[in-house]
């Protein structure tokens, strides 16, 4: 069973970075595909960027160019690195082990992370 525990996250201004990890226990997930997603406020869960076992990325069209998903397989640690922070990116934060090369999860999500973005 993958067990996925998040950390970072936090209240930032506007053009602000921040980075939030994922760090897999319980299986290797070097071998599946790693997504984030995210929740704003009153709103549904949202895909934001994905990374295949292969390292391939690929994002939704309002973070890509600011955005970076990246893994350490030898640290079974997926993370988000966000740049240029807008209001409109604040939500909470999910990584998810995810059909690679997909939107979809497979079911196995982080406990999610706080980012807050003030203009």
């Known amino acids: 069973q993958v067990h996925l525990v998040q950390s970072g996250g936090g209240l930032v201004q506007a053009g602000d970075s921040l980075t939030v990890s994922c760090a897999a226990s319980?299986?290797?997930?070097?071998?599946?595909?790693m997504g984030w997603f995210r929740q704003p406020p009153r709103q549904d869960r949202k895909f934001v960027a994905g990374?295949?076992?292969?390292?391939?990325?690929y994002y939704s069209d309002p973070v890509k160019g600011r955005f970076t998903i990246s893994r350490d397989n030898a640290k079974n640690t997926v993370y988000l690195q966000m740049n240029d922070l807008k209001p409109e990116d604040t939500a909470i934060y999910y990584c998810?082990?995810?059909?690679?090369?997909?939107?979809?999860?497979?079911?196995?999500w982080g406990q999610g992370t706080q980012v807050t973005v003030s203009s």
């Open positions: 990374i295949t076992s292969s390292s391939t990325t």
């Open positions: 998810t082990t995810i059909v690679s090369g997909t939107r979809t999860s497979y079911g196995h």
């Open positions: 319980g299986s290797n997930v070097s071998s599946v595909g």
